[in-house]
């Protein structure tokens, strides 16, 4: 998908600031606090957030950049199916934010 996205930004016309377009990826907090049991999911997310510098550098030549987002814990409807001590546990990084079921669009913006 990145490199779908970054093909068709790279024929747009740059704006005024001479960008062309923003590759924004989505991480977590887990790339940086991993949990027990989580170590696949931690490695994945950690890896997009490793792959956003080398990404970054790639693409500035065609004035296209690239970040990474790592949102903490949502209270969604799958979080607060866990057990109550493995919310409090996850909890411990942060409070749970409340999810909003427009979430998606919005975040998609």
Not at 11 to 26: C, K, Y
Not at 51 to 71: E, F, G
Not at 96 to 109: C, G, K, P, Q, Y
Request: hydrophobic letters at 50%; one cysteine or more.
């Amino acid at each position: 998908m990145l490199r779908l996205a970054a093909a068709a930004m790279s024929e747009n016309q740059p704006n005024a600031e001479g960008e062309r377009g923003v590759i924004i990826n989505t991480s977590s907090i887990a790339a940086f606090n991993g949990q027990i049991g989580q170590a696949d999911y931690a490695a994945s997310k950690g890896g997009i957030v490793s792959m956003t510098l080398a990404v970054a550098r790639d693409l500035a030549k065609l004035d296209i950049r690239c970040m990474t987002i790592a949102p903490g814990i949502f209270a969604t409807p799958m979080m607060l199916s866990l057990p109550q001590e493995v919310q409090d546990s996850l909890a411990q990084w942060g409070h749970l934010v409340e999810w909003f079921h427009r979430l998606t669009s919005h975040f998609a913006r």
